[in-house]
């Protein structure tokens, strides 16, 4: 496919305060020379990503090309400023009703309804082992161990509960422990 050859149409326009009359291919090339970094910069501040700005300056300076007959060169910095404005508006707004949600970030952002078959078998398992070894103590201790570690509930909560006084129970707790331990021992050793 042959380009079409563009003629640059041979229109007068003024290059800066005071200078000689150019054309239009010229003088397009002294806007983008002049307000190329401008524009960059203010596309990049409103997308935060490069490649995005890159692409919005060029949709601009495409723009300002289309539309160079019709503006006025009074206001040329303006203009162009107002145009890579409006192509960052646009392209925010386009954004939000596009964006899909990649696959990690979807599974990132899922909030974690619970634990997963894994872990709920591993807390089940142990709290029956918890309980297996507390109901192998002798009464009170069994009593108290069942409740403070199986039941996690407070010294407080099971002298209440019971009756007991607090020392007691943590005395017993404390005692339990103990047990506990020595059983464990005696089973990591065997």
Excluded at 36 to 59: H, P, W
Excluded at 82 to 101: C, H, M, Q, V, Y
Aim: glycine share 4%; with cysteine; net charge positive.
């Amino acid at each position: 496919m042959k380009k079409a050859q563009i003629e640059p149409e041979r229109v007068s326009y003024p290059c800066g305060k005071g200078a000689d009359k150019i054309d239009k291919e010229e003088y397009f090339g002294y806007l983008l020379d002049t307000y190329e970094r401008l524009v960059y910069s203010i596309c990049f501040k409103m997308t935060g990503n490069q490649f995005d700005a890159e692409d919005l300056a060029q949709e601009t300076f495409l723009s300002v090309y289309k539309n160079l007959a019709t503006f006025q060169r009074d206001y040329e910095k303006a203009w162009i400023c107002k145009i890579a404005t409006n192509k960052g508006l646009d392209f925010l707004k386009s954004a939000t009703r596009r964006s899909e949600p990649k696959e990690d970030a979807y599974f990132e952002d899922l909030k974690d309804c619970g634990a997963s078959p894994e872990e709920a078998y591993l807390r089940r398992e142990s709290k029956e082992y918890v309980y297996t070894i507390c109901q192998s103590l002798k009464s009170p201790y069994k009593e108290v161990a069942t409740e403070h570690f199986y039941r996690e509930k407070t010294a407080k909560e099971i002298a209440k509960e019971s009756g007991k006084g607090i020392k007691t129970v943590q005395t017993q707790i404390y005692r339990a422990k103990a047990m506990i331990k020595k059983q464990m021992e005696g089973r990591a050793a065997k």
